[in-house]
């Protein structure tokens, strides 16, 4: 019987969209292109998500791939990302129906960096999650089972009472190694309120 449900935060809970960013601040194509694929190289992202590469390092990387001019906006892109994550349309009311409606303890559970997890109080959307786990500041990332037995054993979860959402079929997989149900998120707001909604129903919500 499901009783709690985590999610994941980027493509789930926000669109985390590099061209998107870059053409915030960026007009010329040709730069954009340049900037999209050197600020957000997963070289960088995964480091900084796993927690083994700080801040300074990685604008430090970034500046050596990009001629001088453009300096001053990479490191503008790589400060403000966090502000410019859209929320993706239902997710947020999709979520307070979880507790207040269906009656679910929810979590959320991200790769993500460490200077994501020390502006995380600036996110709104955040504040509806009991708890969240964010990979830097552990040193571990999705899907190593052991992120989701330490979300578990923080907050009291049995494995087999515990929905994983993520759009990551990876991920999906290390959760269900430990023995966590997987829901593979493909965008659908509506098909995942109503798989939810039915679970719900069948434990009497």
């Known amino acids: ?3 709690n449900v985590i999610f994941d935060f980027g493509q789930v809970m926000v669109r985390f969209d590099p061209a998107y960013m870059v053409s915030l601040r960026v007009t010329d194509p040709d730069d954009a292109v340049l900037l999209e694929r050197v600020v957000f190289d997963r070289l960088y992202w995964d480091a900084l998500d796993a927690g083994a590469l700080s801040d300074a390092r990685a604008l430090e990387e ?5 001629p001088r001019r453009l300096w001053q906006v990479a490191e503008e892109i790589y400060v403000n990302w966090i502000y410019t994550l859209p ?6 009311d999709l979520v307070r129906r979880c507790r ?10 991200s790769n ?10 600036e996110i709104p959307v955040l ?4 708890d969240c786990i964010y990979s830097a500041e552990w040193h571990l990332t999705k899907p190593d089972p052991r992120i989701f037995r330490l979300l578990c054993e923080r907050n009291g979860l049995r494995e087999e009472e515990t929905l994983f959402v993520d759009d ?9 190694n430990c023995g966590i149900h997987g829901y593979l998120f493909d965008g ?8 939810l909604a039915e679970i719900a129903r069948k434990r009497g919500n």
């Open 100 to 109: 207040e409606v269906y009656g679910f303890r929810v979590f959320l559970l």
């Open 62 to 66: 970034i500046r050596g791939r990009l």
């Open 87 to 92: 929320e993706i349309e239902g997710m947020s």
């Open 168 to 176: 990551s079929s990876k991920n999906i997989a290390g959760a269900e």
């Open 127 to 130: 504040s509806q999650f009991e």
């Open 1 to 3: 019987m499901i009783k």
């Open 112 to 121: 993500i960096s460490q200077y994501f997890a020390e502006h995380a109080d």
């Open 188 to 195: 659908d707001v509506c098909r995942l309120d109503a798989f």
